[in-house]
């Protein structure tokens, strides 16, 4: 009878393995992205835009960080939005000198970039806008400026808290890349 049952749980293991094995192809990580809503930048800057409902404004915490520096957090993306505010016509902070320091900034990933595309346009409050969009492997992959050329600077860069590749995060960089050009044509310099 032991020889019987051993014989059939032989018989049942090796029938198991009889199939072909295929190895399954790489996988992505799933990016559930959220339903666009847009929410007005509390008062108490001298700008504001409308934001994603999904990103948390927090102060900068760089410390060399000034005054109306924030952060979009986009939390379940992983992705910030770095935003600096520059009033113009101050001390060292002329137009000239805060559009060459905002292009030196973006040309310093031309190292690990595979290139930098960058377009120039009015927002419809008809403030200057340069955007670059950067590819590769690069730490930003989104950068932009708008100034009114005589008293307000933003610049907004957007970065990642992940080391995944670029490719795979296409979807979430895609969705704050349209947030960030929202916000771009919401934005509006108070007097």
């Avoid at 109306?68 to 939005?81: A, E, M, Q, S, T």
């Avoid at 595309?117 to 009015?122: A, H, I, P, R």
């Amino acid at each position: 009878m032991r020889r019987v049952i051993a014989t059939l749980i032989l018989i049942s293991l090796l029938s198991a393995c009889q199939g072909d094995y295929f190895p399954k192809p790489k996988g992505y990580n799933r990016i559930d992205l959220p339903e666009r809503e847009f929410t007005q930048l509390e008062k108490d800057k001298p700008y504001t835009f409308e934001h994603s409902v999904h990103s948390i404004v927090e102060p900068d915490s760089f410390n060399l960080a000034e005054k109306y520096w924030i952060n979009l957090n986009y939390r379940d993306l992983g992705g910030k939005v770095h935003l600096t505010y520059l009033q113009l016509d101050t001390k060292d902070k002329d137009v000239k000198a805060v559009l060459n320091d905002a292009i030196n900034l973006t040309a310093k990933h031309q190292v690990k970039a595979y290139g930098i595309d960058e377009s120039v346009g009015l927002t419809p409050n008809g403030y200057t806008a340069v955007v670059a969009e950067l590819s590769g492997e690069v730490p930003t992959q989104f950068q932009f400026f708008v100034t009114d050329s005589t008293k307000n600077f933003l610049r907004g860069a957007l970065y990642f808290d992940t080391a995944m590749k670029n490719d795979s995060l296409a979807p979430s960089i895609e969705y704050i890349k349209t947030d960030m050009v929202h916000l771009m044509n919401t934005l509006e310099f108070k007097k």
